[in-house]
């Protein structure tokens, strides 16, 4: 049904993914892009006002258009996790990664016990009954990426430890709040970010992991993180295609109108 076995097919061929965030939360507008042939639909719930029903049909929507959607949670917190996982996205990704054990904490969150801390129930992700319960704890659950955002310095400084937990699938870095945490938010571009941009390039290849990175759609600086080795890019979001879209046809408006 989801175009899910075309990443890992993408990622053997040494390819890079390609994703788009999802801010608004309107589901149309997932619907859309879903169809637009993105790899993935980051679904925001971190920064917008999308809360558990509207997750729950922008990942119908997701479903409709063919398209795996990841979900970003407010906080690396078990119980924010829990019924976003049971809603069965393709992805789950836990910001503000610190430590080893922030880390630790989040897969834990994606297990069962005796493994981790995840209680059972499951709905969507069972398709309302239409997989056995069985098959689903023994092997399906765990299809399942978990992502991990390195998104401040100390995460940086631990990075190693970090890359050593299992049951991680990828790692997302988010550039803005990894500025911050250094004195420089606002200023992603600032000449102190580039060596600690360059070091996580190195350590992710050094670990052999996948990474990538989540931004806006600036072609040099997603060129720069290409050349790092980012194995996926997440960039523009809903509103911001609908934004630009409304200001080019009023100014194809206005300069028809000048020309009569």
Request: proline share 5%; net charge negative.
């Amino acid at each position: 049904m989801y175009n899910f076995g075309r990443i890992g097919e993408k990622l053997k061929r040494g390819e890079v993914l390609f994703g788009t965030h999802v801010f608004c939360g309107a589901p149309p507008l997932t619907e859309a892009l879903s169809l637009a042939g993105f790899d993935m639909i980051w679904i925001d719930m971190e920064h917008t006002a999308i809360g558990i029903e509207s997750l729950q049909n922008n990942l119908i929507a997701a479903r409709a258009g063919g398209t795996p959607a990841f979900v970003r949670i407010p906080w690396n917190d078990k119980v924010l996790a829990k019924p976003v996982i049971d809603m069965g996205p393709e992805g789950i990704i836990f910001p503000y990664i610190r430590s080893a054990d922030d880390a630790r904490a989040a897969v834990a969150a994606c297990e069962y016990p005796p493994a981790g801390e995840r209680g059972y129930g499951p709905l969507r992700a069972l398709d309302y009954g239409g997989i056995a319960q069985t098959d689903f704890v023994d092997r399906i659950y765990r299809r399942m990426w978990r992502i991990i955002q390195i998104e401040h310095i100390d995460a940086v400084n631990a990075l190693d430890e970090i890359l050593a937990v299992d049951g991680i699938d990828a790692f997302v870095v988010g550039p803005n709040d990894l500025s911050a945490s250094m004195g420089h938010i606002g200023r992603v571009d600032h000449p102190e970010m580039m060596p600690v941009y360059d070091l996580i390039g190195r350590k992710m290849k050094e670990h052999g992991k996948l990474f990538g990175v989540s931004m806006g759609f600036v072609p040099e600086v997603i060129k720069q993180w290409l050349a790092r080795g980012a194995g996926m890019i997440f960039a523009g979001n809903d509103v911001g295609y609908v934004h630009d879209g409304a200001v080019s046809v009023l100014d194809g408006l206005r300069s028809l109108s000048r020309n009569c």
